[in-house]
């Protein structure tokens, strides 16, 4: 059995998506972010980041997302999550999911939280600086979605990432205007369109409360349980 510490509309919910594609029995755990559970004694001798997600494995405690995609995309070949490591793919496989990982969603923390990167004044500037360079993420991703096809389509990782990482765009921050327009990245629209689509994302919305259109039409998550921010 695996379990998933969770918060809604985190980035555990690519390992969720992850976990339902691959039809892998799991256990969630809520890490509660209104109550800063996430910095709570227990959680950090679990994960000592204090990040979430953390999915403990019978190999051990595993924690960064692109880790534990990777974990389970080796661990569980049958799912489909990516190449295996004889694919002739697998090097494209693995060159996309870390700049997912390093590049787009590092970039994201910093429109999302600015105050932890530049003091109050340099907020807006900031934001322009950082929406431009994302943007430019996309445009590349559009371009290799378009170009690799068989590497991007679900029910491989990199969609179960770039999935949530486009919804989170459109969302947050929620006090700064909005910067995505999906109309501009053809491909990555048809790619979170087919997703939304699938099994795995209902039950993440039934879950999370996402709504009936979480990647292409989001909206700010209604939860059951736990808090998103």
Known sequence: MLTLYYAPDNASLVLRLALEEASLPYETIL????????????????????????????????????????????????????????????????????????????????????????????????????????????????????????????????????GPLLRWSALYPSSAKRWLDLATFPALKKLARSLEARPSVRTATLAEGLGDAPFTKPKPPNPPVGSAI
């Open 31 to 162: 890490v509660d972010r209104a109550t800063n559970a996430q910095k709570a004694p227990d959680y950090l001798a679990l994960n000592p980041t204090g990040r979430i997600p953390t999915l403990v494995t019978p190999q051990g405690v595993m924690a960064e997302t692109a880790a534990c995609l990777l974990w389970l995309t080796d661990s569980y070949p049958d799912a489909n999550l990516g190449p295996s490591r004889d694919d002739a793919r697998r090097g494209r496989f693995l060159r996309w999911l870390f700049y997912l990982s390093n590049t787009v969603h590092a970039d994201l923390i910093r429109i999302f939280y600015p105050q932890r990167f530049v003091p109050a004044e340099g907020i807006d500037r900031h934001h322009e600086t950082m929406t431009k360079q994302v943007l430019a993420h996309f445009e590349i991703l559009d371009a290799a979605v378009r170009n690799d096809p068989s590497i991007f389509a679900p029910p491989s990782a990199l969609a179960l990432y770039l």
